[in-house]
């Protein structure tokens, strides 16, 4: 059996992130590494157009097997972006190969290629030292990690009122057209930002993972609002595509289709047990030094397995998201903005009551919802 260097757990956004940072060593990446289903060719382009050719988009929007509607027949809520057919991979036997059993908890493990972040909005901000305080590590030791992964990825946006939150950024690419209302809604508040900031609201423009230009070889955004829809659209940036830009180069090792169950320690090094994700016979590597990256739900369930212990509790904190729908009545009847891009738009910090802490909301453009109507 080889001794490798390195071995990473799974191909997210941190496994790749750490493979990045680690590659051209002997770097092996174990992962479950579902990918996504062969798309039909026809099927690209604006959503809002390819509803008015006469192709049959069922397939594709809804699913032969009503994918998209998945919601009104299962009592644990799936996100929106989770169901679509071609979407739905990145959560493919999730519930069969990992588990949760969770009455109070919206927990999901994706066993993808790339990891939830094939369905993510993309919306990326840096740690600041207040986000940092009971950590043993501060800003200025992540600074020269993030910058290379702002040049490495490509992030869009400005360095503007948010900046206290998000850090000053300075690679930043031009950020993504706003839609009407969004320009509406920021024009409004620069007009009156005196008046908001006193009461402890910030807003500004969305720092995003989406290219507004082309960068290292991958196409802009197309504000064509596919991404509910269609996984690997080149300007949302995913993990995949730095994982598959590694692999290609031989600067690491990609071994898909492994579910690690447990690692020990053992002399010189650790010894990690993988299960095929389609059955079969448990399989051991060896490496001189192990980085779990398989997500907080799978990282902490391989940990514990791994130390034959299931009575500790471990603390978790869930995120829960709570939507507003926005109307401007005065919209109503207007033409509509087929080109508009259906990510995020406006981040808006509140830091109002002190014993609330800060709050952070994001205004999305209601263009894919348009589309879908
Ligand atoms: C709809 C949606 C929108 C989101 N929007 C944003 C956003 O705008 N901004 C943001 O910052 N975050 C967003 N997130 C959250 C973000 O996607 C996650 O925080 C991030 O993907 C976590 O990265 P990770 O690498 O820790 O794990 P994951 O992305 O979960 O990846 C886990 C990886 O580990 C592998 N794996 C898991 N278990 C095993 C195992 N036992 N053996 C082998 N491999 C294993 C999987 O195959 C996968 O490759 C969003 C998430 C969703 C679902």
């Known amino acids: 059996m080889d001794l490798h260097d390195i071995i990473i757990v799974g191909s997210g956004p941190a496994g790749t992130a750490a493979a990045l940072q680690l590659a051209g060593g002997d770097v092996l990446l174990l992962d479950a590494g579902f990918t996504s289903p062969k798309i039909p060719k026809n099927f690209c382009g604006d959503l809002y157009h390819l509803r008015k050719k006469e192709l049959n988009l069922f397939p594709s929007l809804v699913g032969d097997n009503f994918e998209s509607l998945a919601n009104l027949f299962t009592d644990k809520k799936i996100n929106l972006k989770l169901k679509s057919p071609y979407m739905s991979y990145i959560i493919r036997n999730w519930k069969m190969l990992s588990h949760i059993d969770s009455t109070s908890f919206e927990g999901v493990v994706s066993l993808a290629k790339g990891g939830l972040a094939n369905a993510w909005g993309a919306g990326v901000f840096r740690y600041t030292d207040e986000d940092l305080k009971e950590f043993p590590i501060s800003y200025v030791d992540l600074e020269p990690y993030y910058d290379r992964l702002t040049e490495h990825v490509g992030i869009s946006g400005v360095n503007d009122d948010l900046s206290p939150w998000f850090q000053q950024d300075k690679g930043l690419l031009p950020p993504i057209r706003l839609c009407g209302m969004a320009a509406d809604l920021m024009e409004r508040y620069i007009a009156a930002r005196e008046f908001f900031n006193t009461e402890g609201i ?150 109002g009551e002190e014993d609330v802490g800060t709050v952070q909301g994001s205004f999305m453009a209601p263009m894919a919802l348009y589309a879908r109507m």
């Not at 300007?235 to 830009?245: K, N, Q, R, W």
């Open 202 to 351: 910030f807003m500004g423009l969305a720092r995003l993972a989406v290219l507004t230009v082309k960068h290292r070889g991958r196409a802009p955004y197309a504000y064509d609002h596919m991404e509910f829809f269609r996984p690997n659209i080149e300007a949302i940036y995913t993990p995949a595509f730095t994982l598959d830009e590694l692999v290609c180069e031989g600067r690491v090792t990609y071994n898909p289709g492994w579910l690690v169950e447990r690692f020990e320690e053992i002399d010189g090094g650790v010894q990690v047990c993988a299960r095929p994700v389609n059955g079969g016979e448990a399989s051991f590597f060896k490496c001189r030094k192990l980085l779990l990256g398989a997500g907080a739900l799978n990282t902490a369930r391989i940990v514990l397995a791994s130390a034959r212990d299931n009575v500790t509790l471990l603390p978790i904190m869930d995120n829960p998201m709570s939507c507003f729908p926005v109307f401007r009545l005065d919209r109503l009847g207007r033409v509509i903005e087929p080109e508009d891009a259906s990510v995020g738009q406006l981040n808006i910090i509140y830091e």
